[in-house]
């Protein structure tokens, strides 16, 4: 019950940000993008690829963002299939919390 009302609050503060984190596939990976009041903050936290057909499949990833708030996941370290992109983080001050979906190619 704790860990989901941790959810709801770091919900709640994602929302109050000034854009949601974005999420996008290119050649190069999946670009993830944080709003631009996360640049230059010390980001830590971790992104779970969660795909819910098939648990093998899941994958987690320890949040290492530049000094522009992004972060890229090589497309070779996840499976190509649909999933849920949960995304944990801390600035130092607040706990966020964001899920998205996102079909791998």
Do not use: H
């Not at 929302?15 to 999420?23: K, Y």
């Not at 009041?37 to 899941?58: H, R, T, V």
């Amino acid at each position: 019950e704790l860990r989901y009302q941790q959810k709801i609050d770091g919900m709640r503060e994602a929302n109050n940000l000034t854009a949601a984190v974005n999420l996008s596939q290119n050649e190069k990976g999946i670009q993830l993008q944080f709003p631009a009041e996360m640049k230059d903050k010390p980001l830590s936290g971790e992104i779970w690829f969660y795909c819910a057909y098939n648990q093998k499949q899941d994958k987690k990833f320890d949040l290492q963002t530049s000094s522009d708030a992004s972060q890229l996941i090589r497309l070779e370290d996840v499976v190509p299939g649909s999933y849920t992109v949960k995304i944990i983080w801390k600035d130092g001050l607040k706990e966020y919390y964001s899920e998205k979906s996102l079909t791998v190619l």
